[in-house]
């Protein structure tokens, strides 16, 4: 096996210019496609960890919550509930928020905004929103107070120290009525956000919204070591609260995201088809020029002896190291680059980046060193390079001797 390998890089570079010219061809397809592919998936990755982020891997409700949206599907959350979910093998956190709709009003103006009632030390933990702040503190464990996002703090023209008025309906109908003083502003990059959240400590949401009823909450949040099996996951965790729940993973609570990677997704690889569909022809075509202009030779290593066969393995030999060598070239010359971007993402300016922003998406183009970006596009270029060989696997084993000889 060895001679055989001897003899196929001898024979790779009896036409320098070809060997160099094919080699450069795959290289610059490996090259662009795992471009490609580092965008695509580290967008992906954005995306989804941006979901995960404000969503969590899971959530827990009271069963019809997902549906309502409504305070009053909410449920008692308690250490026994906790410890039934952190049962479950892969759980690594259970943080419980109430989660509701309520009108503010300062002066003359008034808007509805989301409430969230959280443990402002695991919140930030989670998703650091103290980073976030423009002005004022976060929150503490039992605060009075409440934290605005910029955009609502600016359309009521409101400040630090300044207080709110609070206004909605509490569990089962009660009214839930409130002045609370602004402690913190903060600052979304997505507008969606901006206009639309605060937060308050979870122990005063649920004194104002739900007084006659501790510990309410309307979500528990899970986030997992692992989310490879997110419906296996929900499954067994909904098996250990039973019916009363709903365990529900983000790719279901955000179905539109994970639409949009599938689509986009389905897209590249087209793209990536046609790139290597143009480098599968420019290789056959080398390899046809190469077995044509060999007929001869080839002929001639059979009359003295060669077995067909084995020239065959000679030539398929050939082809493959073309290909190698190219995807070797084309990762290498690849990875400096790719691993700078990966740790300085390109920012988005204009219309691209307000699109990004609409998606609740941070404007950046972030790429990703996924070991499997690299694998694939080295193995579809090998199983290329070795359908391409075929043909002259075809031709060492049918051609007639004499008839090449004259050739």
Known sequence: METLFKIAWRGLWRNKRRTLITTTSVFLAVFLALFMRSIQIGS????????VT?????????SGFWESKSINDSFIYSESLKNKIEG?????????????FALGSYGEMTKGFMLQG???????????????????????????????AEGLAKFFKIGVNDTIVLIGQGYQGISAVGIFPVVGIIKYPIPK??????????????EVFAPYHPGLVSTIVIDLKSDKNLKTEAKEIN????????VIPWTIMLAEVVQQIEGDNVGGLIMLAILYLIVTFGIFGTILMMTMERRKEFAVMVAVGMHRGKLAIVVCIETLMIGLMGVVSGILASLPLLQYLYRNPIPLKGEAAKMMLEFNIEPIMPFSLELFIFSNQGVT????AFITALYPIIYVNRFKILKAMRS
């Open 381 to 384: 270029i090998l199983i290329l």
């Open 239 to 246: 098996s250990l609260l039973g019916s009363k729940y709903e």
């Open 44 to 51: 992906y990755e954005l995306m989804i960890d941006s979901a």
């Open 118 to 148: 959280i443990i402002p030390e695991l919140e930030d933990l989670r998703k650091n929103i103290s980073d976030k702040l423009v002005e004022g503190r976060f929150l503490n464990t039992n605060d009075d107070g409440i934290v605005l």
């Open 193 to 206: 956000l901006n206009n639309f959240i605060t937060y308050m400590s979870l122990s005063k949401v649920q």
């Open 88 to 100: 479950a093998e892969n759980v690594k956190t259970v943080i419980p928020k109430l989660e509701t």
């Open 54 to 62: 404000e969503a969590g891997h899971l959530q827990v409700h009271d």
